[in-house]
C-alpha cells in the first residue's frame, strides 16, 4: 500500500487538491481524493449556470482525473468483488462526467456528485480499528 499511497501524494501534488495528502494515511488520502472531486463536481456546476465553458472543462476534467486515479489505485486482488464494482461504478462516473461536458448537463453532474458522496459516506464509515489492522496476504500453498 506504500506504492499506492506515495502515487496517490503524487497526484495530490500535481493536482493540488490538498498538500496536506503528502503526510496523510491511505485511507485519509482516499477520502480526500473523493471529496476532491465532489468540489470538481459542484465547481462544473456553477460555472455551467455561469455560462463559463472554459472553467465547466476544466473542473470536470480535473474530477475526472481524480476519479480515473482513484480506480487505477483499487487493489482487484485484495479488494474482490468490491474492487470490480468500484471500478465500474468508477467508470461510468467518467463516462457521465464526459456526457455532462459535453451537452452541459447538469443532471449528470448531481447523479456522479451523489455517486461520490454516497462512495465517501461508507468509506469514511469504515472503523478505526478496520483501518488500522495490517492488510492480509495470501499465504501460497
Excluded at 496517490?8 to 500535481?14: E, L, M, Q
Excluded at 480506480?71 to 468500484?86: E, P, V, Y
Amino acid at each position: 500500500m506504500h506504492g499506492a499511497s506515495r502515487n496517490i501524494a503524487d497526484f495530490y501534488r500535481k493536482t493540488g487538491v490538498s498538500s496536506a495528502a503528502l503526510g496523510e494515511d491511505p485511507h485519509r488520502l482516499i477520502s480526500l481524493m473523493l471529496d476532491g472531486a465532489c468540489k470538481r463536481i459542484r465547481l462544473a456546476r456553477a460555472c455551467m449556470e455561469r455560462r463559463d465553458i472554459p472553467g465547466k472543462g476544466k473542473a470536470i476534467a480535473d474530477a475526472c482525473a481524480i476519479v480515473s486515479h482513484l480506480n487505477a489505485s483499487l487493489d482487484h486482488q485484495q479488494g474482490g468483488d468490491i474492487a470490480g464494482r468500484l471500478s465500474d461504478l468508477y467508470s461510468y462516473a467518467m463516462r457521465r462526467l464526459t456526457e455532462a461536458n459535453m451537452h452541459n448537463d447538469g443532471a449528470a453532474l448531481d447523479e456522479v456528485s451523489g455517486l461520490l458522496e454516497e462512495i465517501a459516506g461508507a468509506w469514511n464509515a469504515i472503523p478505526q480499528s478496520a483501518r488500522d489492522q495490517p492488510r492480509q496476504t495470501p499465504v501460497p500453498a
